[in-house]
């Protein structure tokens, strides 16, 4: 049997990623995975909560945010390799199955992650964000389209960092009215406009539409539970009723009253909660 081994960074496509690997390390494992425009660190207060339970964290800086992990084009962000390297680190850790937990953007890859590779799934827990299908079928019977009218500026080259860049200040008012508060919009200049990670998560949206149907997540067999708050203004209620119509386990929709969509902060303690559950019940 091996023995575990605290890691800091582990290697795929060529490239190196940052990790916070927190928690005892004998425990079951949770692996976290963030959304956009934020970081691991965005994870830090619902890791804290899972490692006084006993759980060890794994909470990566995924493609384009780790320094040394910013290939160039949005070729390189297509689903197929965002997955790929969410299985490179479950098997570097060399625990698998995992519990995989995703947010925003890091729920899109969980998702998809669980669905492709349900071998190194032990339970999945998903945040904001809905299984893609739900989100497709939610944007023609809501007012999904609507709310994410961002995505289709993003898919222009270059001008939105332009636009981000030259006038700061509409970036911070936007995220404020999604619920964010002044020490996250801080952490987003540090991080990602400070840190040379825009582009990179800028990326995620540009590859959007560069994967064939026949590529979109399949059903999901491991105990699930999705997450959706009622201050999210940028996912609907809907493609969250329709979430677990693509779960064949067990499964849970858990949604939070007051909070917006930044569940991993404003809510740490009812999330860890919902984690914890979601894996016991394995």
């Known amino acids: 049997m091996t023995t575990p081994r605290r890691i800091a960074s582990f290697d795929h496509d060529g490239l190196i990623f940052d990790v916070r690997d927190t928690g005892p390390l004998d425990g079951d494992v949770v692996v976290l995975l963030h959304g956009f425009p934020q970081t691991s660190t965005s994870w ?9 339970r006993g759980y ?7 493609r384009g945010y780790s320094p040394r992990a910013r290939p160039r084009g949005r070729f390189a962000y297509r689903s197929s390799r965002l997955v790929a390297d969410t299985v490179a680190l479950i098997r570097a850790i060399g625990a698998g199955p995992v519990h995989l937990v995703g947010h925003d953007w890091g729920a899109n890859v969980a998702w998809a992650t669980a669905s492709r590779q349900p071998d190194l799934v032990r339970s999945l827990t998903t945040v904001s964000v809905p299984h893609s299908a739900a989100f497709l079928r939610a944007m023609l019977t809501s007012d999904q389209l609507i709310r994410s009218y961002y995505m289709f500026f993003f898919q222009l080259p270059w001008l939105p960092e332009l636009a ?43 590859a959007m539409f560069l994967q064939p149907p026949t590529s979109l997540p399949t059903r999901v067999s491991m105990p699930t539970t999705h997450v959706w708050s009622d201050g999210d203004t940028a996912l609907s209620r809907r493609g969250a009723e329709l979430a677990g119509q693509y779960v064949d386990g067990r499964y849970r929709l858990e949604i939070l009253t007051g909070v917006s969509h930044w569940v991993p902060e404003e809510a740490a303690a009812t999330l860890a909660d919902l984690i914890d559950r979601t894996a016991a019940g394995t």
């Not at 060890?56 to 995924?62: F, L, V």
């Not at 970036?171 to 990602?192: F, S, W």
């Open 44 to 52: 830090a207060e619902t890791a804290a909560l899972l490692n006084e």
């Open 56 to 62: 060890r964290t794994i909470a990566p800086d995924q």
């Open 164 to 206: 981000i860049r030259l006038q700061p200040r509409v970036l911070d008012r936007t995220l404020a009215k999604t619920g964010m508060t002044a020490v996250q919009i801080d952490q987003v200049h540090k991080e990602i406009l400070d840190g040379g990670a825009l582009t990179g998560g800028l990326n995620w949206y540009r």
